[in-house]
């Protein structure tokens, strides 16, 4: 088992920043004076870092894999980062996708290959939101990470299926980092306001506790976040009784601005919210496609955008169950381009609340997949001759149009024992109606006009 660092002294990311002279003379916030030196202070993740787990078991051996952090913002990814670096006997060097620039990525690689020969150390690279770079700048980093120069930690909070190029991942582990659970949010905060040497800077307040389950319930999984707005309550209260500070929900509810939403509108957060807008409409679940509507429009997702989701689904999921689906939501995209918003909002909504709300049929998009793996089967067949236009005399000649009958001119405006396709088609169907709303009076009338053929 590798032999742990004294916390004290091990490397982390604010005195490596501090040596680069990126941080100023201010204290760091208190998320940052609370991040764990060791394994055994991290809360949650125990299904990474719990006894006998494959993470664990790595650190505890100093035998890690180049592996990629997944996970929301504030659930861990940075701070676990910093405990295996001191955890083991490798080097750390921590960059950032955003703030770093090529050139120090090529120093830092430089002293890697130069700490390997010379020491015969590790160098472990933690790359944050190692989803910022292209494709280009993510290869740049396989030789070494295949040569063992560098062992790579890259932190997202994009899903790496589409954020991390294919060649990385298949040279790294994904670990997924689980947003924390509220009581994880409760230890931290507890934790900050016992721990005299890096929580809660003096005097300590004191907290309700209704206003630290509060703060533990807005966090929403985000240390970071609940851990920063108990520092800001903890200096309102301060100044509001330098003697005796109290945090409590009234000065809590001072600092009740509504949340900003967990939200990427190109990321795959964006997707789960429109797969799930998508399928509480085809459902039939009004509630939740409200609800879900709201969360993308809120969050400043494209109204138009959704609108475009609207007009897919009428036809696609509702189709001839109720053809009045897909008037409704074109009316709702074109009242909402004449009004914006916010009013628009009442279009869009009452598009949303139709759509599911309204009979389901997929029948549709079965019919014009059939037909397409006909094409795709038999290619380009001729068409009959009798539904040629002879628009000349020559196409006469040749039999165009012979043997058309014209509907109109017949009972029921329909011709019996008549195909419109070509012959090696005949009798195929594509499109079978389904009993749902007014599709299943269109399948009644097809299936009498069949019997007469």
């Not at 941080?23 to 998320?31: H, I, T």
């Not at 909504?349 to 006909?374: D, F, I, M, Q």
């Not at 005949?426 to 006009?449: F, V």
């Amino acid at each position: 088992m590798a032999t742990r660092k004294p916390p004290p002294s091990g490397p982390s990311l604010l005195s490596h920043a501090a040596s680069r002279g990126q941080l100023s003379s201010a204290p760091p916030p208190l998320a940052d004076r609370l991040r764990p030196r060791a394994l055994h202070e991290v809360v949650g993740q125990e299904h990474l870092i719990g006894t006998g787990r494959a993470l664990n078991r790595a650190i505890e051996n100093d035998r890690l894999p180049s592996m990629i952090l997944w996970g929301e913002p504030g659930c861990g990814k940075t701070t676990l980062a910093h405990v295996i670096s001191l955890a083991t006997r490798s080097v750390f060097e921590p960059f950032s996708a955003v703030l770093g620039g090529v050139a120090e990525l090529r120093e830092i690689i430089a002293r890697a290959k130069d700490r390997r020969s010379l020491e015969g150390k590790t160098t472990l690279l933690f790359v944050d939101e190692i989803h910022r770079f292209n494709k280009a700048q993510q290869d740049a980093f396989l030789p070494h990470v295949e040569n063992g120069t560098v062992t790579l930690i890259g932190a997202t909070t994009e899903n790496p299926s589409f954020a991390v190029n294919a060649a990385v991942l298949s040279r790294t582990k994904v670990f997924r980092l689980r947003p924390l659970a509220k009581s994880d949010i409760e230890r931290l905060l507890r934790r900050a306001l016992a721990d005299r040497e890096r929580g809660l800077r003096e005097p300590v307040p004191t907290i309700s506790e209704e206003a630290l389950d509060a703060i533990a319930d807005g966090a929403r999984g985000d240390a970071r976040r609940g851990l920063s707005q108990l520092e800001a309550l903890a200096e309102f209260a301060v100044h509001a009784d330098p003697k005796q500070p109290h945090i409590d929900a009234e000065l809590l509810s001072q600092f009740n601005d509504e949340p900003a939403l967990l939200y990427d509108k190109s990321g795959e957060e964006h997707y789960n919210v429109v797969s799930a807008l998508i399928k509480s409409m085809r459902g039939s679940d009004p509630d939740a496609a409200i609800y879900w509507l709201m969360r993308m429009l809120e969050s400043g997702d494209d109204p138009l955008f959704v609108l475009r989701r609207l007009i897919i689904f009428a036809s696609e999921d509702v189709g001839n169950a109720d053809p009045r689906a897909l008037q409704v939501v074109v009316a709702a995209d074109e009242a909402y381009r004449r009004i914006g918003m916010p009013e628009g909002l009442y279009p869009i909504s009452h598009a949303c609340l139709y759509l599911a709300s309204c009979p389901k049929s997929n029948s549709v998009g079965k019919a014009y997949s059939a037909a397409r793996e006909a094409i795709r089967q038999y290619g380009a067949l001729p068409v009959p001759p009798k539904l040629r236009n002879a628009v000349t005399s020559l196409m006469k000649a040749d039999g165009y149009g012979d043997g058309y009958q014209y509907p109109h001119d017949l009972e029921d405006n329909f011709v019996p024992q008549e195909t419109y396709l070509p012959e090696k088609l005949e009798g195929s169907r594509y499109y079978h109606p389904s009993k749902q709303g007014l599709e299943q009076a269109i399948g009644e009338r097809l299936e009498r006009l069949r019997r007469k053929t």
